[in-house]
């Protein structure tokens, strides 16, 4: 492949860089739960209402930047959103109080939740014949932040004597010297994506304004959810977004006191969940192919099916619990490309940046709301109960896409 076909992909790769940053902030929080529980003297129910908070902004941000980006342009979005999640990052170097801390995980949440919603848009127009396969690559890079952030934490933690006399001079020594680290890593690529995307993008990709007709209104975005296909659709993706959220939030947790594990083996377990994201670009491609119900069905199946696994066997050990954990991010992996594919090919396109703001914005605030849920549950009944909620949301999931496939 030659350097101008490469460059074909420069907005792709800058975006999908975006969102790994972003989701390695995201996902480098649970892995901290813990040490925060110590640090801080807090319980279960708190770190998990601390990332709710996160999420729930997170998922708030997802309408209005839509709709913002169809006015001012995805680029300028994008941009200014992970400037703010990198100084939120780098505001983490200063010790302060746990509420402090919440707070500046809800300036992150809010920086994040600028991007994903617009750059499946645009990632959509400039990809027109490959949207299944861009998205596929654009949540495969973004997932690796997952992968990433559990290693990082234990390299800051407990990092060998010659990196430590390193890692010591950065401010805030200890989980802390991590997000200095990131937040200067996201204002270096936020900077190089406003610079370099815009030169590199189609006549009217930026923006999503109307060609025709009147400026869409908040009745028109409702009078979308008259149909009820979307309707269920909607409701795969609020079930799933649910379990998906809760699992992620608490699966260290879980491994560790529930089935029993050293936390450096659950922390390694849970990055096996991001490892197997690779399974995106084979899901979208897949999708573009064969169809995007039966692609999402099947992944959300596989899904239901493992977070069964991880409550009944439990006990089972680590190499039967990783095997399960691999399963699960294969299928909630798996789902999550076709998902954005299937909404930009639904979605009227004088609505669809407002729309898939409103449906994400949906998703997202049942993800925001499941570490909470399964915070408390695990409080007063134990995980596995907490977990087995879960399992039954992906399994709704899966029976309500089975229905959508069924009827198509």
Do not use: C
């Amino acid at each position: 492949m030659d350097l101008r076909r490469l460059a074909e992909y420069d907005v792709l790769l800058l975006t999908a860089l975006l969102w790994f940053l972003g989701k390695f902030l995201r996902y480098a929080f649970p892995p901290l739960f813990e040490p925060l529980q110590a640090s801080y003297g807090v319980s279960n129910a708190a770190v998990g209402t601390a990332y709710t908070g996160f999420m729930l902004v997170y998922a708030l941000m997802q309408f209005p930047s839509g709709a913002l980006a169809d006015r001012v342009g995805a680029v300028r979005v994008m941009a200014v959103g992970a400037a703010v999640a990198g100084v939120g990052a780098l505001a983490l170097a200063v010790d302060a109080p746990f509420v402090a801390l919440a707070a500046v995980m809800l300036v992150i949440g809010g920086g994040t939740g600028a991007h994903k919603t617009v750059a499946v848009r645009l990632l959509a127009r400039v990809y027109p014949a490959r949207t299944g396969r861009a998205l596929g690559a654009h949540d495969t890079l973004g997932a690796l932040g997952g992968v990433a952030a559990p290693a990082a934490v234990v390299l800051f933690l407990s990092a060998p004597p010659v990196l430590a006399s390193v890692l010591a001079r950065l401010p805030g020594a200890d989980w802390r010297g991590l997000f200095v680290v990131s937040g200067v890593v996201v204002l270096a690529v936020a900077a190089a994506f406003a610079l370099r995307v815009p030169d590199r993008l189609p006549e009217d990709a930026d923006r999503g304004e109307p060609r025709e007709g009147p400026e869409p209104s908040a009745r028109d975005y409702l009078v979308l959810f008259r149909d009820r296909r979307m309707t269920a659709f909607v409701l795969v993706t609020i079930a799933s977004s649910f379990a998906y959220n809760g699992a992620v939030a608490f699966f260290p947790l879980y491994l560790s006191q529930a089935a029993g594990l050293s936390t450096s083996t659950a922390s390694l377990l849970y990055s096996v969940l991001f490892a197997v994201t690779f399974v995106q670009l084979v899901s979208g491609d897949l999708s573009d192919r064969l169809g995007r119900l039966p692609v999402m069905t099947i992944a959300l199946g596989l899904a239901a099916v493992s977070l069964v696994g991880v409550v009944v066997l439990v006990d089972a050990g680590p190499i039967v619990l990783g095997v399960l954990v691999a399963v699960l991010g294969i299928g909630s992996h798996g789902y999550r490309p076709v998902r954005g594919a299937y909404l930009v090919e639904e979605l009227p396109e004088r609505l669809a940046g407002g729309g898939l703001g409103v449906v994400r914005t949906l998703l997202m605030v049942a993800g925001a709301l499941a570490p909470g849920i399964v915070g408390a549950t695990a409080d007063v009944a134990g995980f596995r109960p907490a977990f087995a909620l879960l399992a039954g949301a992906v399994a709704l999931a899966a029976l309500a896409a089975a229905g959508l496939w069924a009827t198509e």
